[in-house]
């Protein structure tokens, strides 16, 4: 009782700020987001500067922008989503081509015309253009478009994903989450893109890529070599995890024994038996467990920890998108994000390379619990 009461004072609260009537609007901010200024840049800082959040209106997604950092997500539910038009995939494409240097890209996949387009630009006006990529996915046409404009691709041709999608621009900005590159990716799929101005991440980002790219070294090949794992932005810890190389899983369970209240989770896969019986752990704690998970991958994952979660009766729902569930996210006491293409597996922590960023800040996990919300309460309608 005491758990289904304390998370239905969270829904409630979250929900007050949500429209979820209408699922093309971008829900208003919480009034906590209202802050004095502004933050911007990197600076070392033992207490978490306040953030005024901006809206980036989109006619297929949802964004905001703290200034240090952009937050995005995909919108299937938007009328505009069916044409493909007005997505996440509008921001990236202008980062691009705002560019003067360089794009290094590590992408799963690549089949969106929009994101192919400002690569070629990129690389016709002189910007040094990059590419690493998953081999099975390299005979398709964007990709081959590249390659037949000059811009070198190396695939990984090895049995493990190279499971990453992210990019480094100009090395000073990172852009990463759970969303491939490609249409099914903005515009079918419930998807996150992360946007984050630092200097420090894209050295952590760009020597990943050049393990990659330069040194040839893909999975298990490589050895821990991140230069900034953990720094500061204006008060914001940001902790920066690749896979197979830094022990992801391990790290995982050390913040989810931490957690003292609740535990939010989104994941498209989640068959990791470690990380699971460390949430149920929790949950008999009394610590409040809800989370979602796509039904595709319910019903086809061998070894999924969906039916453990609903036998210990927790609140873990299928998702109800035609398209998948793709996050691989969780929020922990509502200030803890975990993020990125790491999905709860041991493939994820063992096979593939992957990237997962963790983040230190209320107001960043506020807006995360607000796609949750968004996704949970369509779970909740459908079942």
Not at 163 to 176: A, L, P, Q
Request: glycine share 6%; hydrophobic share 40%; charged share 25%.
């Amino acid at each position: 009782m005491k758990k289904t009461l304390t998370y239905l004072f969270v829904f409630l609260i979250f929900s007050a700020a949500c429209d979820f009537s209408a699922p093309t609007a971008n829900p208003a901010p919480p009034a906590s987001v209202t802050a004095p200024a502004v933050t911007t840049g990197e600076a070392d800082s033992a207490t978490e500067a306040p953030i005024t959040l901006a809206e980036i209106p989109l006619e297929a997604g949802y964004g905001v922008d703290g200034g240090w950092f952009e937050l995005y997500f995909t919108n299937p539910q938007s009328p505009l989503a069916s044409q493909q038009t007005g997505g996440v995939d509008g921001p990236l494409t202008a980062a691009i081509d705002s560019a003067r240097l360089s794009v290094d890209v590590a992408a799963y996949s690549l089949s969106l015309n929009s994101i192919r387009d400002a690569l070629i630009r990129a690389h016709k006006r002189g910007v040094r253009v990059r590419m690493v990529m998953e081999s099975e996915n390299l005979d398709r046409s964007d990709p081959q478009k590249l390659k037949d404009a000059g811009i070198p691709i190396l695939g990984d041709r090895r049995e493990g994903l190279m499971h990453d999608k992210f990019m480094v621009i100009d090395s000073s900005e990172v852009w990463s989450g759970s969303m491939n590159f490609t249409d099914s990716g903005a515009y079918a799929d419930n998807n996150n893109l992360v946007r984050i101005r630092s200097v420090k991440m894209a050295e952590d980002y760009a020597k990943e890529f050049e393990e990659m790219f330069v040194d040839d070294k893909f999975g298990d090949a490589v050895v821990a070599e991140t230069p900034n794992p953990t720094f500061d932005i204006n008060g914001t810890q940001i902790d920066v995890y690749f896979s197979p190389d830094d022990g992801v899983q391990s790290n995982l369970m050390g913040l989810l024994e931490n957690a003292q209240e609740s535990i939010y989770f989104m994941a498209f896969s989640f068959t990791a038996d470690s990380l699971g019986e460390t949430i149920r752990a929790r949950a008999q704690d009394e610590v409040v467990v809800a989370g979602v998970m796509d039904d595709e991958q319910v019903n086809s994952n061998v070894g999924t920890e969906f039916d453990p979660f609903k036998q210990a009766g927790l609140d873990v729902l299928r998702d109800a998108n035609e398209g998948q569930m793709h996050h691989k996210v969780m929020i922990i006491d509502e200030s803890i994000v975990v993020l990125g293409s790491y999905n709860f597996t041991n493939s994820a922590e063992t096979r593939n390379d992957e990237n997962l960023i963790v983040i230190y800040n209320e107001q960043i996990a506020a807006e995360f619990m607000k796609e949750f919300i968004r996704i949970h309460s369509q779970a909740q309608e459908a079942n």
